[in-house]
C-alpha cells in the first residue's frame, strides 16, 4: 500500500498545485458569501476528482494484465503518446508565455466565480475537478498504477481516498482556515492568487513536463 501512496504522491500535488484550484478558490473568496460557496466548491472537487480516479480505476480493471510474454506494449504506446503531447502543450505555454505577455489569460469560467451561488459553486468545483483534460491526463496513470498492484476492494477505495484528499488539499485547506482566520487567510489566498496569475504559463508548463515525463517512463516500463 505503500508503493502505491508514494506512486500517487506526484499525480496529486500536480492536481493540487495546479493554477485552477488555487485560482478558482481565492475567487470564491471574493463572493457575496466565501463561507458558503467556498464549502460548495470543495465539495464539489473532492467528489469530482474521486469520481474521475475511480471511473478511470475501473476501466483500468478491464485492460488485459502484462506478463513477461505478454507485456502491454499498446498500453505502452498509449502512454508514450500522452506523455510526448504533454510535453508539447507545456512547451505551448512557455512559448505564449514569452511573447511577453504581462499575465495568462485566465479561462472564461474562472473569471465567472466571483459572481457565483453556493449551489452553482458546487458544479463548478465538480467541473472544474472532473470535466478537465489535463486532470484526465494526470489521474489517468492512476487507475493503472492501482489495478498493477494487485489491492483488494477496501484497498482500491483507500488509495482512491487518499490520493482525492492529497489532489484537493488546496481547495480543503484554505476552506477550513478561513473559518478559523478570515482576515489572514484571505490575504495569503490573494497574495498567492496574484502569483499564480502571473505566473499561470511557467506553473502549468512546469507541472506538464513533469507528468509527461513520469507518464512517459511507465510507458517504457509496458515493453
Same mark, same amino acid.
Given at each position: 500500500?505503500? /508503493?502505491?501512496?508514494? *506512486?500517487?504522491?506526484?499525480?496529486?500535488?500536480?492536481?493540487?498545485?495546479?493554477?485552477? &484550484?488555487?485560482?478558482?478558490i481565492a475567487l470564491m473568496f471574493q463572493t457575496a458569501t466565501p463561507g458558503r460557496t467556498t464549502v460548495g466548491f470543495a465539495v464539489?472537487?473532492?467528489?469530482?476528482?474521486?469520481?474521475?480516479?475511480?471511473?478511470?480505476?475501473?476501466?483500468?480493471?478491464?485492460?488485459?494484465?502484462? /506478463?513477461?510474454?505478454?507485456?502491454?506494449?499498446?498500453?505502452?504506446?498509449?502512454?508514450?503518446?500522452?506523455?510526448?503531447?504533454?510535453?508539447?502543450?507545456?512547451?505551448?505555454?512557455?512559448?505564449?508565455? *514569452?511573447?511577453?505577455?504581462?499575465?495568462?489569460?485566465?479561462?472564461?469560467?474562472?473569471?465567472?466565480?466571483? *459572481?457565483?451561488?453556493?449551489?452553482? *459553486?458546487?458544479?463548478?468545483?465538480?467541473?472544474?475537478?472532473?470535466?478537465?483534460?489535463?486532470?484526465?491526463?494526470?489521474?489517468? &496513470?492512476?487507475?493503472?498504477?492501482?489495478?498493477?498492484?494487485?489491492?483488494?476492494?477496501?484497498?482500491?477505495g483507500a488509495a482512491i481516498g487518499i490520493f482525492t484528499l492529497l489532489a484537493s488539499v488546496t481547495v480543503i485547506g484554505p476552506t477550513?482556515?478561513?473559518?478559523?482566520?478570515?482576515?489572514?487567510?484571505?490575504?495569503?489566498?490573494?497574495?498567492?492568487?496574484?502569483?499564480?496569475?502571473?505566473?499561470?504559463s511557467v506553473v502549468s508548463a512546469l507541472i506538464l513536463v513533469l507528468i509527461g515525463a513520469n507518464v512517459i517512463g511507465k510507458g517504457?516500463?509496458?515493453?
Amino acid at each position: 500500500m505503500q /508503493d502505491v501512496i508514494g *506512486s500517487l504522491l506526484p499525480l496529486a500535488m500536480a492536481i493540487a498545485l495546479g493554477p485552477i &484550484p488555487i485560482i478558482a478558490i481565492a475567487l470564491m473568496f471574493q463572493t457575496a458569501t466565501p463561507g458558503r460557496t467556498t464549502v460548495g466548491f470543495a465539495v464539489g472537487w473532492v467528489v469530482g476528482i474521486a469520481a474521475l480516479a475511480a471511473v478511470l480505476t475501473a476501466l483500468a480493471e478491464v485492460v488485459p494484465e502484462g /506478463d513477461a510474454e505478454h507485456p502491454r506494449h499498446w498500453l505502452g504506446v498509449v502512454q508514450i503518446v500522452l506523455g510526448v503531447l504533454l510535453i508539447l502543450l507545456a512547451a505551448q505555454k512557455l512559448r505564449s508565455r *514569452s511573447k511577453g505577455d504581462a499575465e495568462a489569460d485566465m479561462p472564461t469560467f474562472l473569471g465567472s466565480l466571483t *459572481s457565483t451561488t453556493p449551489e452553482r *459553486s458546487v458544479v463548478a468545483g465538480f467541473a472544474a475537478a472532473a470535466v478537465n483534460p489535463k486532470h484526465v491526463a494526470f489521474v489517468l &496513470p492512476v487507475g493503472t498504477m492501482i489495478v498493477d498492484h494487485g489491492l483488494t476492494g477496501a484497498e482500491i477505495g483507500a488509495a482512491i481516498g487518499i490520493f482525492t484528499l492529497l489532489a484537493s488539499v488546496t481547495v480543503i485547506g484554505p476552506t477550513v482556515a478561513w473559518r478559523l482566520a478570515p482576515e489572514r487567510v484571505g490575504a495569503a489566498v490573494d497574495a498567492v492568487f496574484a502569483w499564480m496569475v502571473r505566473n499561470m504559463s511557467v506553473v502549468s508548463a512546469l507541472i506538464l513536463v513533469l507528468i509527461g515525463a513520469n507518464v512517459i517512463g511507465k510507458g517504457i516500463a509496458n515493453f
